[in-house]
């Protein structure tokens, strides 16, 4: 078994005791990095076998994910699924694109996995969840072509909020991250004067805005 934040960690994935500044423009102390997760495949391999763990692999057809980081995480969480068959059986993965039509962001299955989801019981899979909109994308696609979510495994929740707030189905995280976070006139460390991290986040954007 994974300490999950100890991966996290390790892989650099997680930043504490800095000072952020988010895509909302909110600002914090911690930043989960998916990109630097994402770098190291026997970490990101583990994680996922933790992640598969969560089903009955027999009753699964299908593992999907959204572009970017869903499409390495369905593949990992797919290759222990298959692994875990007693049937002999193989857990497809697939990913889900987005697409824009009538300024309404949504995420369809190309190249032909449509017909490899149709119908079938799916895993959903995302590395983290802000708002959930790209896992809920996710399952719009699924619903849409008959097939039936079993549920969604993500890596980490820095929603602040528990699954059933966010999904119609079970959410599987394998780590919470509660992410303190205040609006930029009320942040303690800005009033402290403690420089702003600028390799992730918008914490470059930032400072470029305020030099400006
Ligand atoms: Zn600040």
Redesign the pocket.
């Known amino acids: 078994m994974v300490e999950i934040m100890e991966a996290l960690a390790g892989a650099g994935a997680l930043i504490r005791d800095s ?1 952020i500044v988010y895509t909302s423009g909110r ?1 914090g102390t911690a930043y989960v990095n998916k990109d630097a997760l994402y770098l190291h495949p026997l970490i990101t391999e583990q994680l996922c076998g933790v992640m598969a763990g969560e089903y009955d692999a027999d009753q699964v057809d299908v593992v999907a994910g959204p572009t970017v980081g869903g499409v390495i995480l369905a593949q990992w969480v797919a290759w222990h699924l298959t692994r875990a068959r007693t049937d002999g059986g193989e857990v497809l993965a697939v990913y889900a694109e987005e697409e824009i039509a009538d300024g309404v962001k949504r995420r369809v299955f190309r190249r032909g996995y449509d017909e490899q989801v149709r119908g079938k019981r799916v895993v959903v899979v995302e590395d983290i969840v802000t708002t959930g909109g790209s896992a809920r994308q996710v399952l719009d696609a699924v619903r849409a072509l008959g097939a039936t979510p079993l549920g969604l495994s993500i890596i980490c929740n820095r929603s602040g909020k528990p699954g059933e707030a966010l999904f119609d189905v079970p959410l599987h995280a394998l780590a919470t991250v509660a992410l303190d976070s205040w609006a ?1 006139d009320e ?1 303690p ?2 009033a402290q004067g403690v420089p ?1 991290n600028t390799s992730v986040g918008k914490g470059k954007a930032f400072l470029a805005r305020k030099q400006a």
């Open positions: 000072h600002h930029e942040c460390l800005c702003v």
